[in-house]
């Protein structure tokens, strides 16, 4: 007599199934929560991208970018949407940007920016320096490595 397997427990249950899993990649819960509070700054630099608009999405074959200081950014989401401006800082402790006009006032008299999240704008107008031409052309690359136009199709 076959007697079954214990079933999984429940965390693992239907993540588990039928899918090949890396055995480095964890899927609990509390380290994956550790692992972004606890991120260092370069790693945080990548978890704060945002997506490009449809023009600079067409234009350089990318969905998203790491945000960067100078960066225009248009906020999408939230109390302030709408508002265009320029990012005035990256505040990656707080997982945070800040967009110049973007400010509210103390009960002192005294302004001061609101953090919005970069996953709630989208980059209408990219600064440019030569590290980030390159990073727009090797990942704008690899979306083109394995597509065929209907000319290549055709023949």
Known sequence: ????????PPTRRASCRGMK???????????NRKAHFTAGSFTRR???????????????????????????VMIMRGH???????????????????V????????????VP???APSKVVITKLK?????????DRKGGKAQKGKYSDKDTES
């Open 21 to 31: 899993r890396k055995a480095s990649v964890t899927i609990s819960r509390r380290k």
């Open 46 to 72: 990548k978890l704060m991208s945002s997506p490009l608009s449809k023009e600079l999405r067409t234009k350089y074959n990318v969905r998203a970018v790491p945000i960067r200081r100078d960066d225009e």
């Open 100 to 111: 110049e006009r973007v400010t509210r006032d103390k009960v002192n008299g005294q302004t």
């Open 1 to 8: 007599l076959k007697v079954p397997a214990p079933p999984l």
């Open 80 to 98: 302030y949407h709408d508002r265009e401006g320029k990012v005035t800082q990256v505040y990656r402790k707080k997982w945070r940007i800040h």
């Open 128 to 136: 440019l320096d030569k590290d980030r031409k390159a990073l727009l």
């Open 114 to 116: 609101v953090g919005i």
